[in-house]
């Protein structure tokens, strides 16, 4: 039943083209009686139905996040914090996984033996652990083990590290000033001040998210190096090049050709793996839909913006990838 | 021919000591190394206390692992809210589905004779062991099923529903019928750009809504369904890779020999595309077995589930969940960990 080419169809045409408006037609039929039956259903329960409640009140709030908010907000305001909440732990923790998953990688291919050793142990162990495991693990460690906010870690001057979450330093705009002022965070007696600061929830599943993915992409980024010809490092070393120039010229190109399409995959998976948050209580997009579910009782508006956002996310992710991916392969036999 | 190549393989030690750069990075890695062993071990080891005793592990104060959280609520973490006086029957019935799964393994249990009555009977078996009602068992209702007996249970049923179907989507995708080309492509594209999350909660909160009162599925049946139509879409992809491995010649050559179309996929096709991607097959029973894990966020007290329900409610051991966790991806740990060998195994052997 393949289209390849050069073998002649066989069976009778006419009985394919029933075939498959029979399936349709069987489809379409499934598909109508569902929806006539759920908005029976809907009715009976004396439920509405209809996207307007998404400019109602939404009835909690989101606590963190570029777009926090009351819970006199509208829904659609609290669907889109939630989004950008999935954005804002979704981001650097594609930065990070690409730095720590390179590294590995590189390490996993490295002539010294105890980097090679520790960087298999890493992916090993990491890669046969569930996600929602480490997650629960590393929230665990950021709000039982750390100290109180009383009495911080400090990391660096102006970093200070407790249950209460990271605070770091932040550039402030003041009137009348061209640039901006360092705002350096302080231990107070009660807590820390000053500065931004990141929720113990987001530092968990941003960590549990990164060196997660960086154990899949270690793989990748190796499999990727090594499926450059030996050859070709032969002869650039015949050329007189040296390591880094042999990695820039030669090695690279060629090893992220195979890198890249991998790569988005696993950058879609992290975009996906970002809803664990719910189990967290990090506000991201899974978080709000879920608690606006039970707010509302209108399971099939949530959970069908829920699923487009997710679908336009991938689909967003996908194509930025594919344009890398044609840089890539640009010159690709 | 370089100096190694002519001398044999060089020690371990010739090569992390090569150069001046090799050795700071050695002595640099190996001190790290040295100081987080060593406080690793005297926490979970040194300073550990072993037996359940509430009162030691207290007087330890964060300075030593409390291990005697393990033998003290190993019952509730492997089996959840499983009744204690049955917890016989969830023990039995994962002891099946180990056995189950590692005569399937064997490559001389490869042969549909075996392998057909094995499942036939195995599965129901197991299903009647856990859920009761026959032979004399008391019922325990799907809600109370929980632990590792769960996350087999899911993963396995998963896994055999989803593949039928996989193949299904798989052979739609290569066929001549554009309406089944595209309605499998949506599908697949669809299942694959929501996160497993969504899907759960779709099928304990919008089916529901969606089917008549009387249809009432309980929530392990509705999880179930949901993994396989997940689990069906990776599958597919993985299947349609092995299909599109194998050489038009074969097709060619069983339509020559007279095999209708049906018999052409059973007899020629399918064998050949499956074995060429058991290792990756492998590979996405070990993703299934990971994403179990997430049926806790819809109330399924599978392994990790488990565990919060065990230590949630407990105030004398809860401090010690750090203990249960590190239990627990022990257990994931050791599972994938030996999935991931068998596929390696396979690959090497049976290509």
Redesign the interface.
């Known amino acids: ?4 080419g ?2 002649p ?3 009778r045409p006419w009985l ?1 083209w029933l ?2 408006g029979l ?2 037609a069987l ?1 379409a039929l499934a598909a109508w009686w ?1 929806v006539q ?2 908005l029976a ?2 009715r009976a329960r004396g439920a509405q139905a209809g996207f307007d409640i998404f400019d109602d009140p939404a009835g909690f709030q989101i606590g963190e996040g570029w777009l926090a908010g009351e819970s006199t907000q509208a829904l659609w305001r609290a669907f889109l914090a939630g989004v950008l909440n999935t954005v804002r732990v979704a981001l650097p923790a594609i930065v990070l996984t690409s730095i720590v998953g390179t590294l590995i990688g590189v390490g996993r291919l490295s ?5 090679r050793g ?1 960087s298999t142990a890493y992916v ?2 990491i ?8 997650l ?2 590393a929230y ?2 950021l709000t ?2 750390l100290p109180d906010a009383m009495e911080p870690l400090r990391l660096a001057p102006g970093w200070y590290l407790s249950k209460g979450g990271l605070a770091f330093p932040w550039p402030v705009f003041e009137a009348g000033q061209a640039w901006p002022r360092l705002d350096l965070p302080e231990a107070g007696r009660f807590n820390v001040s000053g500065g931004a600061a990141i929720t113990p929830e987001y530092l968990a599943v941003l960590l549990a998210l990164s060196l997660y993915t960086a154990s899949f992409v270690a793989e990748i980024v190796r499999a990727g190096i090594e499926s450059v010809p030996a050859g070709q490092v032969a002869a650039s070393r015949a050329l007189g090049f040296s390591g880094w120039q042999q990695l820039r010229f030669v090695v690279l190109p060629q090893a992220l050709r195979a890198i890249v399409p991998s790569m988005g995959n696993q950058y879609l998976n992290l975009a ?2 970002s ?2 948050g ?2 967290v209580g990090y506000p991201e997009l ?1 978080s709000v ?2 608690t606006a ?1 039970n707010q509302t009782g209108r ?2 508006e949530c ?1 069908a913006v ?2 487009a956002v ?2 336009l996310l ?2 967003l992710i996908a194509a930025a990838v594919n344009g890398w991916n044609v840089r890539v392969a640009r010159w690709s036999r | 021919m370089t100096a190694a190549a002519r001398h044999g393989r060089p020690s371990v030690i010739s090569t992390a000591f090569a150069n001046p750069t090799q050795a700071v990075l050695t002595l640099v890695l190996a001190a790290l190394l040295a100081w987080a062993a060593s406080s690793l071990w005297s926490w979970a080891v040194t300073h550990a206390v072993w037996h359940a005793d509430a009162a030691a592990c207290d007087a330890l104060g964060g300075r030593g692992a409390c291990w005697g959280v393990v033998p003290e609520k190993l019952r509730a973490m492997l089996f959840g809210r499983y009744p204690p006086a049955q917890q016989w029957r969830a023990g039995t019935a994962t002891a099946a589905l180990l056995a189950l799964v590692g005569l399937s393994a064997w490559p001389r249990c490869w042969r549909v004779a075996v392998l057909a009555p094995l499942w036939l009977v195995g599965l129901p078996l197991v299903l009647v062991l856990l859920g009761g009602g026959m032979a004399g068992l008391q019922v325990v209702p799907t809600r109370d099923w929980g632990g590792l007996p769960l996350t087999l249970l899911l993963t396995i049923a998963g896994l055999l529903a989803a593949f039928p179907l996989a193949v299904l989507l798989a052979l739609a995708r290569r066929s001549s019928w554009p309406a089944a080309r595209t309605l499998s492509r949506i599908y697949v594209e669809l299942v694959r750009g929501v996160p497993l999350i969504s899907v759960l909660f779709m099928a304990s909160f919008l089916l529901p809504l969606l089917l008549p009162a009387s249809w009432q599925a309980d929530v392990l049946l509705r999880v179930f369904i949901a993994l396989a139509l997940f689990v069906a879409a990776y599958l597919s992809e993985v299947i349609r890779g092995g299909l599109q491995s194998v050489p038009q010649g074969q097709l060619a050559a069983a339509r020559a020999l007279g095999l209708s179309r049906w018999q052409q996929q059973r007899l020629v096709v399918l064998p050949q595309a499956l074995r060429a991607v058991l290792p990756s097959i492998v590979n996405v029973a070990i993703g299934v077995l990971k994403d179990t894990s997430l049926v806790t966020v819809v109330s399924l007290y599978d392994l990790t589930g488990a565990l919060q329900l065990a230590l949630g409610g407990d105030p004398v051991w809860r401090p010690y969940y750090l203990e249960g966790y590190l239990f627990v991806a022990l257990v994931y740990w050791a599972m994938c960990f030996g999935l991931s060998r068998y596929g390696r195994w396979m690959e090497r052997h049976w290509r």
């Open positions: 039943m393949s289209t390849g050069g073998i169809r066989q069976g394919g075939g498959q399936l349709v489809l569902l039956h759920a259903e809907l002539r010294n033996p105890l980097a520790l090993e162990t890669r046969n652990v569930p996600m929602l495991v480490q629960l693990m665990f460690a039982h083990l996906k793996n809803s664990l719910v189990a899974v839909t879920h579910l399971a099939f959970i829920m699923m997710y679908l991938s689909l």
